[in-house]
C-alpha cells in the first residue's frame, strides 16, 4: 500500500537522455513532497533534485542543474526526472523518495523523506 517504484533507467551513451518515473500509492504520494537522489559505487547517497506537492517549487543540485528536470502528475500519482545531456559521472543507482513536509532548506537531506524506493540503474558510456 505505501511504495514507491522507480522505473525508466537503463544503459545510454554520454549525450543522451532518460526519463525516470516514479510510481507511488496514494498513501505515499498524496501532500507528499518528493525527491530524487542517488547514490554511485563506493560514494554515499546524494540529492538530485526535488519538488513540493504543488510543483510550484523545484530544487536541484548544481551538477545536474540545467540538464535534470523534475516534475510531477498528482493524478497520476507519479513524479518523473527527465535526464538530458548525460555525463559518466551521472552513473549511479537513482532512487525516489517521499516526504510528509519538507521545511525550508531541509530537501536535500536523506533524514527528511520518509518512504524510498528501491531504486533503478543508471549507467552513461563515454
Known amino acids: 500500500q505505501v511504495q514507491l517504484v522507480e522505473s525508466g533507467g537503463g544503459l545510454v551513451q554520454a549525450g543522451g537522455s532518460l526519463r525516470l518515473s516514479c510510481a507511488a500509492s496514494?498513501?505515499?504520494?498524496?501532500?507528499?513532497?518528493m525527491g530524487w537522489f542517488r547514490q554511485a559505487p563506493g560514494k554515499e547517497r546524494e540529492f538530485v533534485a526535488a519538488?513540493?506537492?504543488?510543483?510550484?517549487?523545484?530544487y536541484y543540485a548544481d551538477s545536474v542543474k540545467g540538464r535534470f528536470t523534475i516534475s510531477r502528475d498528482n493524478a497520476e500519482n507519479t513524479v518523473y526526472l527527465q535526464m538530458n545531456s548525460l555525463l559518466p559521472e551521472d552513473t549511479a543507482v537513482y532512487y525516489c523518495?517521499?516526504?510528509?513536509?519538507?521545511?525550508?532548506?531541509?530537501?536535500?537531506?536523506?533524514?527528511?523523506?520518509?518512504?524510498w524506493g528501491q531504486g533503478t540503474q543508471v549507467t552513461v558510456s563515454s
Open positions: 523518495a517521499a516526504a510528509t513536509f519538507l521545511p525550508s532548506g531541509s530537501y536535500y537531506r536523506l533524514s527528511a523523506y520518509d518512504y
Open positions: 496514494p498513501r505515499t504520494f498524496s501532500s507528499r513532497d
Open positions: 519538488i513540493r506537492w504543488s510543483g510550484g517549487n523545484t
